[in-house]
Nanobody, 114 residues
Framework: QVRLVESGGGLVQPGGSLRLSCTGS????????MSWYRQGPGKEREFVAQ????????KYADSVKGRFTISRDNAKNTVYLQMNSLKIEDTAVYYC???????WGQGTQVTVSS
């Protein structure tokens, strides 16, 4: 069955960096577009970034453009989210998702605080 497992969250100071990972199994990862979403405290879940399967195109929310980078390693069935220049408002649970259906990971907590 389809499984998505995120890792890499944690506590970081403003201006710091984190790299999230999401490893997929149970499907052909290399041709599957993947996305990152996040849900901050008291907020709705929102789109963060997307990367194509075969094409590798990328797309970002305006709020993270220039700070976050999505990438993938198809040999490891893993999609990454490199987060730089983190802000307090980036605090959220981050989820990976197969972009065009309803398979989600369990989420990983990112807390940006001094």
């Amino acid at each position: 069955q389809v499984r998505l497992v995120e890792s890499g969250g944690g506590l970081v100071q403003p201006g710091g960096s984190l790299r999230l990972s999401c490893t997929g199994s149970g499907f052909t990862f290399s041709i599957t577009a993947m996305s990152w979403y996040r849900q901050g405290p008291g907020k709705e879940r929102e789109f963060v970034a997307q990367i194509g399967g075969a094409s590798g195109y990328t797309k970002y929310a305006d709020s993270v453009k220039g700070r976050f980078t999505i990438s993938r390693d198809n040999a490891k069935n893993t999609v990454y989210l490199q987060m730089n220049s983190l802000k307090i408002e980036d605090t959220a649970v981050y989820y990976c998702r197969r972009s065009f259906d309803n398979y989600w990971g369990q989420g990983t907590q990112v807390t940006v605080s001094s």
